[in-house]
């Protein structure tokens, strides 16, 4: 292990050299990229180099005990100097260990959620439009900026769907944990005798895509206009603004209807269609790659129960770890970061285990 960072680290410094060097500021393509890299490597650097120092420190303490001649005062504090250093070299190592871990290459990248009542009826769709709150005030602590692609919406103010974007630094690599099937058990206003019912929601994360990744032919596209409009009364546009996008070779269906502009709303289209499209390709990939490996981190199936939320019980269960936390009105305000770390940390010791 010690070989493989010494090479990082002479990596690291030979990109510390170029980002000096005047013709590749000047090229923003490759600066972005050694940015990208220098970013990727920092962590790994510094852990290697505090390790490094650790170990001279505690050898050094090692060889003043070992030549004798110290007083009782000194020979104690070299003692818990070796002692101290030795245990900061464990705990650097396994630090090491988990930064070295293969890293999912869409870690960086925006995201696109799409959110979509299930079983349920109006009851999902109150529930949905909860989430989307939730994931919207999760954003907002991340300093992430929320972009609203295309909504349904009902007559009592749930969503029946919603697809948006996530823009920021590292929003896919926290996003990425919440793709399945999310299930609330409450009881609902209607509901007269108190019983509680059982709905479901379906969410999906894409990584966004970048147009150089996926090309897409222009003639495998059908493209529709059609007039947006919401329920009880909202504003319907007079013109036809909204997009439908058909995708002929995979029959994916996107919809964009949340700008009043025809141009802006196929641009977003266009963006949702490409991730997805990206999703399927690294889907297939991973199938073919990685079929027999344990913990494929952020595949995301839909089709698996993930959490469920519990309003009597004000618990929220994340059945993929086991944890269960009562504090579901801060959760549903945004507080998902005590979730997503033990998700994290759960999928990483998987990963370990699956390296040794």
Request: glycine share 6%; with cysteine.
């Amino acid at each position: 292990m010690l070989d493989k960072l010494k090479e990082l680290e002479n990596k690291f410094e030979d990109i510390n050299n170029q980002l000096m060097d005047p013709s590749v500021v000047s090229d923003n393509e490759k600066y972005k990229k050694l940015m990208k890299e220098h970013k990727t490597l920092s962590p790994i650097v510094e852990a290697y180099r505090k390790l490094i120092k650790a170990k001279q420190d505690a050898d050094e303490a090692e060889e003043m005990l070992n030549a004798g001649g110290l007083d009782k005062e000194m020979k104690e504090l070299c003692e818990e100097e070796m002692q101290e250093n030795r245990k900061k070299c464990e705990d650097l190592t396994e630090e090491l260990k988990i930064l070295l871990l293969p890293r999912d290459p869409n870690d960086d990248r925006n995201v696109i959620v799409e959110i979509r009542g299930g079983a349920g009826g109006e009851e999902a769709a109150l529930f949905a439009a909860s989430l989307f709150r939730m994931y919207s005030m999760y954003a907002e602590t991340k300093h992430y900026q929320i972009e609203v692609i295309n909504k349904n919406e009902t007559e009592l103010g749930g969503i029946k769907e919603i697809s948006f974007m996530v823009n920021g630094d590292g929003a896919y690599s926290r996003f990425k944990y919440e793709s399945g099937v999310h299930r609330v058990q409450r009881v609902p206003d209607t509901e007269a005798s108190g019983r509680i019912h059982t709905s479901t929601v379906t969410v999906a994360v894409l990584p966004e895509a970048d147009d150089v990744e996926i090309e897409i032919n222009p003639t495998d596209l059908q493209i529709d206009t059609y007039r947006s409009g919401g329920a009880g009364g909202q504003h319907v546009n007079k013109t036809e603004s909204a997009i439908r996008i058909t995708h002929i070779p995979t029959g994916l269906v996107v919809e964009c209807q949340d700008e009043r502009s025809q141009h802006k709303n196929k641009e977003k289209a266009m963006k949702v269609l490409r991730s997805r499209l990206y999703e399927l390709t690294a889907k297939q990939q991973n199938d073919a790659i990685a079929s027999d490996r344990k913990a494929q981190v952020g595949t995301g199936d839909r089709s698996e129960r993930i959490r469920t939320y519990n309003y009597p019980q004000g618990r929220v269960t994340d059945h993929r770890i086991g944890l269960t936390l009562y504090k579901i009105e801060q959760i549903l305000n945004g507080d998902l970061d005590e979730i997503i770390d033990a998700l994290i940390t759960y999928y990483r010791a998987e990963m370990l285990k699956a390296e040794e």
